[in-house]
């Protein structure tokens, strides 16, 4: 089956820091991937769709200056959370697409800010 | 804008008995639907999926219905075992993925 890693699987950052969140399609290529976030006891949300070789396109309300994303290749995407705050300690969660349906998760970062 | 809902955000059964979980959705134009069991701390895992062209779908120990006139989906787990203890979330999808709000499931053996 298709695998959908995420690297670190935790990470803490201090306040007003920058950190970055991997996703790799380890068997695959993804044209395109997902990012969501999930804060605790709540469903996930998405943030932005990041497409291979051009700009990613974010949700309403979701800052693309804060979340940086690129999409530099068809197996990897990095999310970058600048100037980090506590309240956007989250679970971040990407998935890679593999055709029209087929969507694979990996088993998310967890992100805490101090 | 699309919404997926679910009628109860905690659902407790016995072990060996059946389980369904409900969810709503919005959008009379989704086509394609999917239900996932994400347990803690974890990524989603896909369980079954359905399209619009179908009310009804069966796994292994798992059913989906889809009733399109009132938008509804439905997961069945028969047996619940006590690995099926999770939360589960129905989600609309096809190019994007779009999550409810999730109901925990809890199985008391």
């Known amino acids: 089956g298709a695998v959908v890693s995420q690297h670190p699987s935790r990470v803490i950052c201090k306040s007003g820091t920058s950190v970055k969140i991997e996703c790799r399609s380890l068997d695959f290529q993804a044209t395109t991937m997902f990012w969501y976030r999930q804060f605790p006891k709540q469903s996930l949300m998405l943030m932005a769709t990041s497409n291979e070789g051009s700009k990613a396109t974010y949700e309403q309300g979701v800052e693309k200056d804060k979340f940086l994303i690129n999409h530099a290749s068809l197996t990897l995407s990095t999310l970058t959370v600048t100037s980090a705050h506590p309240e956007d300690s989250s679970f971040y969660i990407c998935?890679?697409?593999?055709?029209?349906?087929?969507?694979?998760f990996g088993p998310g970062t967890r992100l805490t800010v101090t | 804008g699309e919404s997926v809902g679910l009628h109860l955000p905690t659902l407790s059964v016995q072990e060996g008995d059946n389980s369904i979980i409900n969810c709503a959705y919005s959008n009379s134009a989704s086509d394609y639907f999917i239900w996932y069991k994400q347990e803690s701390g974890k990524g989603p895992q896909f369980i079954i999926d359905?399209?619009?062209?179908?009310d009804k779908r069966q796994g292994q120990r798992v059913t989906v219905l889809l009733n399109k006139t009132v938008k509804h989906l439905s997961l069945q787990i028969a047996a619940t075992q006590p690995g099926d203890s999770a939360v589960y979330f129905c989600a609309t999808g096809g190019f994007k993925t779009i999550f409810g709000a999730g109901t925990r499931l809890f199985v008391k053996a």
């Open positions: 998935s890679a697409g593999r055709g029209a349906y087929e969507q694979y």
């Open positions: 359905i399209r619009s062209n179908m």
